[in-house]
């Protein structure tokens, strides 16, 4: 084992802690609010995400890389997605979703996620990388949905909140 592997398993563990006592820490805080619900949420599928892309790239076997590196894909959607919806909720528990949200997003979030399991994504692996870099599979024509979905949860979650920060009144800002 070298110092690489060391220190990285190291800060990964570090950070998977102080995520996890995060969000269990506002959680169990009030576990009724929704806020804090879609904060636990996001907190779980960080920690998932950081285990997943951790074994990604410190395993040697063809097919458990495969399948791994299309976990990550999977868990980086649920994670994006996840973000967009605490950030959407965030200030406004009270808010009720629309059925745009209910019956499109969410169907569609969970279309491409199960999507990046498939051939789709990643059909096969050119070469393998030795432990400690990540292999660079092949790209199917998944990837194009994939980015699209990620990058519409990031830049939505960047532009809901830029929106709501500039829509609160002098007031509320001091509290922050």
């Known amino acids: ?46 920690i998932f995400y950081a285990v997943i892309n951790y074994f990604s790239y ?17 868990s980086s ?10 950030i959407y909720i965030f200030s406004n528990s009270g808010k009720i979703l629309p059925r745009i949200y209910k019956y499109i997003l969410i169907p569609a979030t969970i279309g491409v996620a199960i999507m990046t399991l498939s051939p789709l994504a990643f059909p096969r692996l050119s070469a393998i990388a030795p432990i400690g870099q ?29 929106k709501k920060v500039t829509r609160t009144k002098e007031a509320e800002r001091r509290q922050f």
Do not use: Q
């Open 1 to 46: 084992m070298n110092l690489f592997f060391n220190l990285d398993l190291l800060f990964n563990g570090i950070n998977i802690v102080a995520i996890t006592i995060l969000g269990f820490l506002v959680f169990i805080n009030d576990r009724s609010n929704k806020i804090n619900k879609a904060f636990g949420a996001f907190s779980l599928t960080a």
């Open 58 to 74: 410190n395993i040697t076997n063809e097919i458990l890389i495969l399948w791994l590196l299309r976990l990550v894909l999977f």
């Open 77 to 86: 959607v649920l994670y994006s997605f996840v973000l967009f919806h605490f």
């Open 134 to 162: 990540v292999t660079n599979p092949e790209r199917g024509p998944g990837m194009a949905i994939f980015g699209a979905a990620v990058m519409f949860f990031v830049f939505g979650s960047i532009f809901i909140l830029l």
